[in-house]
């Protein structure tokens, strides 16, 4: 077994720590689930993840969370500082954020922050924090 140094999280320290924003940090690891750590500001692109869940939980700020239904009609639900949304696979989505917004995220580590889209905003290769 590899060796696991335990030790906790501080959330306010370790988003102090980067200043970027849509560009995910590893925190944590467990379960082949990574926890992830990123900062929003404005829209971001429309996407899917194809096998992949997504929670969004609020630490700081608040973020619209725009998405399609399975029907195609589109929704979005303003996710509140204390507050989380899972988007589930296959949903279209696009986290839209007015100023800074502090997202704890919790997916597989082979999910790709921009999904089925490739762009300028797709980060592959994440940093630890
Ligand atoms: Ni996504």
Not at 15 to 34: C, H, T, V
Request: with cysteine; glycine share 4%.
């Amino acid at each position: 077994m590899p060796k696991t140094v335990i030790q906790k999280i501080n959330l306010a320290e370790k988003f102090s720590s980067f200043a970027d924003y849509y560009k995910p940090r590893i925190a944590a690891e467990l379960n082949g689930q990574m926890v992830k750590l990123v900062k929003f500001d404005s829209p971001f692109v429309w996407h899917h993840h194809d096998h992949e869940d997504e929670m969004f939980l609020v630490v700081k700020g608040r973020f619209k969370m725009e998405f399609k239904e399975q029907d195609g009609r589109e929704r979005h639900e303003w996710i509140e500082e204390g507050e989380f949304i899972v988007m589930p696979r296959g949903t279209e989505h696009r986290p839209v954020a007015e100023q800074e917004c502090w997202i704890v995220l919790f997916e597989p580590a082979s999910t790709l922050n921009t999904g089925n889209v490739t762009n300028e905003r797709t980060v592959a290769e994440l940093q630890h924090v």
